[in-house]
């Protein structure tokens, strides 16, 4: 078989940094994957909540087609509109002010960690360099946002880690009030915990962290490269709790499937990055910025936005019966289309035999499924990936 062939190529030259599945994928169309025999899968993962419009969108592919025919790559030394572009539509949809593009989740928040300390340098004291950040938590694989992540597992062998950085547990206010000190710079959180198992920020939780910040000066970073751009039916999860942080990550789904992250942050704290702080080669470049452009237009659209809400509602409740019916499944989490199941089992061996079934699905630490979808899925191919999984359950 031809996967076979290119995966005995691959281990040969390639570092084994995955446990990949035994799965070569060739092309995609809507919500659906084909490998190189042939195979079809619907994908529940999306990239890990990446392919927000799906794969071969048509707009989507035309406007990469369009711009990479105009200039694919251009410096930071110059301007170009789709960047500017972009900037207008995220400082819209987010409520904030300005914004600093890069290519991925880890970068966004090395930038916003960044940006926080000069912050808290020049508004606070020259000691406030601490940043408080959740256990169970993930930011990425730089070395500042795995020394965030609270996940020793993701540390091993690593340290030294970077200093003045710690954890409390999530959902704890006390905990919090009790790590804070006049060292505190920032405080990072997931406002839904994705990789660390699907856990949603309780709403009384954000609102008393937004007012901790505001009483003592501390710039409130919300890591959305998972939980933004649409997914949990607000463009950023923080608008369905009703609170602003001060600076915001975004990432994954920004550009449906072409690398971009970046922050978006009040002007209070943004007018800190000025010439010479901060800087990215690949970062608002023409090609990644015509992308988020298409997706942000798209996802950006409060009916679209109302449509992930339903579909959300429905992934839910199809999960919840599946959860009457036996006693595999513990708990149903998340929000819009960021749902998990908590089993009483490991994950793994169920993502194994729904993959063989044509599902494609995701772990989010040993026992826990996570459900991220293209956006555009429809609500009869949501009803045929639950019930491959529930045939998969076993
Ligand atoms: C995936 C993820 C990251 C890391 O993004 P990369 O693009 O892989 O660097 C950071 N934070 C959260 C919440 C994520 O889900």
Known sequence: MKSQHIMERGSAVIMPTYARFPIVFDHGEGCELTDADGKTYLDFTAGIAVNCLG???PALTAALSDQAKKMLHVSNLY???????????????????????????????????KLARIYAKHEKAKEAVEIIAMDHSFHGRTYAAITATGQPKYQKDLDPLMPAIRHVPFNDIDALK?????RTAAILLEPIQGE?????????????????CDAQNIVLIFDEVQCGIGRTGTFFAYQG?????????????????VPMGGIIASEQVSRYFVPGTHASTFGAGPLATAAANVVLDIVGDPKFLD???NKGDTLRER?????????????????????????TCEAGPVVNRAMDNGLLLVGAGKNVIRFVPPLIISEADID???????????
């Open 55 to 57: 794969y071969h969108h």
């Open 79 to 113: 301007w170009h509109e789709p960047m500017v572009q972009a900037a207008e539509k995220l400082t819209r949809l987010s409520g904030l002010d300005q914004v600093f593009m890069c290519n991925s989740g880890a970068e966004a928040n090395e930038a916003a960690m």
């Open 178 to 182: 009790a790590a804070v000190s006049p």
């Open 196 to 212: 660390g198992g699907i856990h949603p920020a309780d709403p009384d939780y954000l609102t008393e962290v937004r007012a901790l």
């Open 241 to 257: 709790y009703g609170i602003k942080p001060d600076i915001v990550c975004f990432a994954k789904g920004v550009a449906g499937g």
């Open 307 to 309: 449509e992930v809400k």
């Open 319 to 343: 999960l919840l019966a599946l959860k009457a019916k036996g006693d595999v499944i513990t708990d149903v989490r998340g929000l819009g289309l960021m749902q998990g199941i908590e089993l």
């Open 384 to 394: 045929r990936g639950v019930a491959i999984l529930e045939q998969s359950l076993g």
